[in-house]
């Protein structure tokens, strides 16, 4: 809680630049910037290997995950496109069996991958679940998924979220919830990563921003895993 993480670098190929997690995770009034997972190794002896680049920028989680007011900003992987599957600049949601991940009042934004999803990565067999999540200005190289890629009955949007480029993602969004296509991006008009007068970083919504004044008419909620319900920030 009330942590900044940054310029943190795994091993090459190393999934989650900051913070990998299998088990339990809450994550609370922090920002994960400047991070970055390595790129795949290539090994030739004769016969070359190539192992896979490091997915989730910033976070690769696998297990039970809840982020609660969390900015995730100029984190990278996939570097020189060197290995494969290089997706989730920002964050690999990967939760496997019945396992949920909660977010929560987070913004996504300026992480970049060299393959899909610039900004999060679903995977697993588990269910990722998003409300007032601000998902924009995320790169992918070679692909329209700048955003978001892997979107399906498992990626639930709960309402109030933005997404720049729903490519990825183009089953999951709709209204309240505000989107744009690779076609017609939607801009999320934000400043620069930043004091703000909070506890961590975070990035400024400028005048005319689209997410201005567009959250729950109730208010913004932070998820308690030990209680499993809403609670008011």
Do not use: M
Not at 122 to 140: D, Y
Not at 155 to 161: I, K, P, R
Not at 196 to 211: Q, R
């Amino acid at each position: 809680t009330g942590a900044g993480v940054g310029g943190v670098r795994a091993g090459t190929g190393g999934g989650g630049g900051a913070i990998y997690s299998s088990g339990p995770l809450q994550i609370d009034t922090s920002t994960l910037s400047g991070n970055a997972s390595g790129d795949g190794a290539q090994f030739c002896a004769p016969t070359c290997v190539t192992g896979a680049d490091g997915k989730g920028g910033a976070l690769a989680a696998t297990g039970e995950l809840t982020l609660n007011n969390v900015t995730v900003s100029g984190n990278a992987i996939g570097s020189t496109a060197i290995g494969t599957s290089a997706t989730g600049g920002g964050l690999l949601l990967a939760p496997g069996g019945s396992l949920v991940q909660r977010l929560r009042n987070v913004t996504i934004a300026d992480n970049q991958a060299s393959s899909a999803g610039g900004g999060i990565a679903r995977e697993g067999t588990g269910t990722v679940r998003l409300r007032h999540v601000l998902l924009a200005g995320n790169l992918s190289t070679g692909t329209t998924n700048e955003d978001c890629t892997g979107g399906g009955s498992l990626l639930v949007s709960e309402g109030h979220n933005l997404v720049g480029v729903n490519n990825g993602c183009a089953t999951v969004f709709a209204a309240p919830d505000l989107f744009g296509t690779a076609a017609s991006p939607l801009a999320a008009l934000l400043g620069a990563l930043g004091a703000n007068g909070g506890p961590t970083e975070t990035h400024e919504l400028l005048a005319g921003s689209p997410a201005l004044d567009a959250g729950a008419a109730a208010g913004c909620f932070a998820w308690d895993p030990g209680t499993g319900t809403d609670v008011p920030l």
